[in-house]
């Protein structure tokens, strides 16, 4: 990671300050003070082994310069659910073994509403106001926040330029320059629309930006009974039969998809901000320097991507609450967040995408940050999973015309209802 070592050590040596406060204003130089948010020294933070080459600098940098508050990686394993597993059966014995965790954004509701999270506020706030908004939102539940994001995601639309010079405005207009896909023998859009995570995050992408919601506000209640969300599947559905959508797409995930737009046989993708770089460094790829990225369309202009991301959380059963808090600060400082963009590790905090070297150094920030300002989390609910296989299922039996868009609507919030 290109951090830059004296922003990191001004980050941490504020961050020792603020810890060093807590610990004072207590009245004890360490040790869990009353109520449980005051306590000072080592801690170790779990996260999924995917990604801690991300955090591995950082947590060196801020060991080097908290020798007395230092923080331990512990690697979870690499598939989701034996992450959550593995801190459920902790959290369940009421252990404070991981003082933090990365959670994925779509577990944050799951682990607060069990009340295992220490909520951010109190000795243990943290501001989040240059933090990306929908960020900020998927580590919200119930009107209060539970974790502090670290980083973030949201797809973006990939479109040829050398068959499509300009960004199509709305989705009118992708569906009207199908043509040009068609004189050149290729496919005209590709999307994940196999029936796992990736189809949630599509069909949750078109409803949104219709206008719809999954679910309300308390991550409960089903809200798809609406013109807007049903606009939004019958747009995916109805793409999918005609082929705008390729119907081969009832196969891909974000790698189908990346093989099939680097090897030059579909004109428009819709997949996450890594796939750029791959367009440019991978010399297999036979669109490098032909290609461009905006963010997804809507019927009107600019969609709302699903957002992906970590959200870091405080075990509410640690007795290092102060030195955790002070470390959750320091990885969303300007510094670390930067270093996160400098390894296609989409950052949080919103100032970093307007760096004029970033963005000539990776050129997608532009259009990620449009995307990330418009985005909406997948829903905030401590159901998800049921939730998303509710969504799955029903959208891939549309998709199959094995029922109608507004059955699969109404058997989507019966099975969402039942879940809770």
Known sequence: ????????????????????????????????????????????????????????????????????????????????????????????????????????????????????????????????????????????????????????????????????????????????????????????????LKQYEGLSVAATQFINSWGGQVVDADGKTPTLDTPEANAGLAALVDAYKSDVVAMKSDGFTEEETAQSFLGGRTMYAYNWPYMYESGQTDPTSTVQGKFNVAPIVGPDGPGKSTLGGYNNAINVFSENKATVKAFLEFVISEDVQMGFAQESFPPVLSSIYDDEALQQEFPYMTALKAALENAEPRPVTPFYPAVSKAIQDNTFAALKDQKSVEQALSDMSAAIQQAQ
């Open 1 to 192: 990671m290109a951090v830059h070592g004296r922003f990191l050590k001004a980050a941490a040596a504020a961050s020792i300050l603020a810890v060093v406060s807590a610990g004072c204003s207590s009245g004890e130089d360490s040790g869990q003070a009353e109520g449980g948010t005051s306590g000072v020294g080592p801690i170790t933070f779990a996260m999924g082994k995917n990604d801690t080459d991300k955090l591995r600098p950082v947590i060196e940098q801020w060991n080097a310069e908290n020798p007395d508050q230092v923080v331990t990686l512990h690697e979870l394993a690499g598939e989701a659910d034996a992450q959550r597993d593995t801190l459920v059966q902790s959290l369940q014995t009421e252990s404070g073994e991981y003082d933090a965790f990365a959670l994925d954004v779509t577990d944050t509701a799951y682990f607060a509403a069990n009340n295992w999270l220490q909520p951010i506020e109190g000795e243990t706030e943290v501001d989040t106001s240059g933090l990306i908004e929908a960020a900020v939102d998927s580590a919200t539940y119930n009107g209060k926040l539970y974790a502090v994001p670290q980083n973030t995601n949201a797809q973006l639309l990939y479109y040829r330029t050398d068959l499509q010079p300009e960004a199509p405005a709305n989705w009118g207009a992708l569906v009207e320059s199908c043509g040009a896909a068609a004189e050149a023998a290729i496919d005209c859009l590709n999307l994940q």
